[in-house]
């Protein structure tokens, strides 16, 4: 073995405690929940694995999954009573294998009852900060990522979605209104290519994101990108307020997207009508539509007001050692088992 590999083991393994000994400081309790599940998460470009069981003593066989996310599982613990759940847990992605992606990987998720988005933010700013003095030498919370100093203590720098697309992109989301002609017509103005015509608002804005946003986040010191277009609500709440927008954030650093949260929703009629809509979708682009989790529905509805995080543990790894690629912090990457 390698003494890169191995110290990326050690590194792991410093990451694993201090996410535990942070989080236990917050309140947090760890939990385990299945890898095997009846139905994955319905996100549209999202694949899972099907695991097919097949009863050892006879009788009709049943589709399971490897869990994508441990999300509906876990949001059913809050639903039945538990208040700060984390865990580190093994997900599974058919398909994706990148610099930044594999597809078996660890992913912390965690969840908080009686907060919101914001909540969950400040409790990610205390782990990636603690956990980087612990493991940083000299315990000053500062890696070099890209070339540049990237200083890892609290605050982060916090920009709206809208704000970033005006300051980086140079378009003014809020004036198109979630009208795809608009976006591309103000994209084009301001030199990015919006793709061909007839695209759907969210394929236009995700085009301009990552050419024109994405790279300019996070450069110096982390950012949060917050409140994103109602359309890409996911499993959060849209804001009371302005309904345009949906209380989610994701965190990027050094040329990573880190984590992704929300206020979760608490509407069980919402949630469902949401991916149906999804499961729609998956079928139009035509990948396999998941059944609908029927448990995890029910529980939506029994919910407290919460707030929910998932963190890319090995992406933080990666940030807090140097790693250029994914495969730099796993002694098995995917790749092993077929090159």
Request: charged share 30%.
């Amino acid at each position: 073995m390698s003494d890169r590999r191995r110290e990326a083991a050690r590194a792991r393994a410093r990451l694993s405690a201090e996410v535990r000994r942070i989080l236990g400081g917050l309140g947090y309790e760890e939990v385990e929940t299945p890898s095997l599940v009846p139905a994955p998460g319905m996100e549209p470009h999202i694949d899972a694995f099907q695991a097919t069981f097949v009863p050892e003593g006879g009788g009709a066989s049943r589709p399971l999954w490897l869990q994508n996310s441990p999300e509906y599982a876990m949001k059913r613990l809050l639903a039945d009573g538990f208040e700060r759940v984390f865990q580190l847990a093994r997900v599974f992605r058919n398909g994706e294998v990148s610099r930044t992606h594999n597809p078996e990987f660890t992913m912390l998720e965690f969840y908080r009852a009686g907060t919101d988005y914001r909540g969950m933010m400040a409790d990610l700013e205390a782990l990636l900060e603690g956990a980087a003095r612990a493991l940083l030498p000299g315990g000053e919370p500062r890696v070099t990522r890209n070339g540049r100093a990237l200083w890892l203590g609290a605050p982060f720098e916090t920009l709206t979605v809208a704000e970033a697309f005006r300051r980086h992109a140079g378009v003014d989301l809020e004036a198109c209104a979630g009208d795809a002609d608009r976006l591309a017509r103000a994209a084009r103005e301001a030199g990015h290519d919006p793709g061909p015509p007839g695209e759907p608002f969210d394929d236009v804005f995700f085009r301009v994101m990552l050419d024109a946003v994405e790279p300019r986040l996070g450069v110096d010191r982390p950012t949060w990108l917050v409140d994103w277009p109602a359309s890409m609500a996911a499993l959060s709440k849209v804001k009371a307020g302005d309904p345009r927008w949906a209380e989610r954030f994701e965190l990027y650093a050094g040329g990573l997207e880190l984590a992704n949260g929300f206020t979760e929703l608490t509407d069980a009629r919402e949630q469902r009508a949401r991916l149906v809509e999804e499961q729609a979708l998956r079928r139009r682009l035509g990948r396999p539509a998941y059944p609908l989790d029927e448990r995890f529905l029910e529980a939506v509805g029994r919910m407290p007001e919460a707030g929910g995080v998932a963190v890319g543990f090995d992406r933080v790894l990666m940030l807090l050692t140097g790693g250029a690629s994914i495969e730099d912090v796993l002694l098995f990457p995917a790749h092993g088992f077929w090159d």
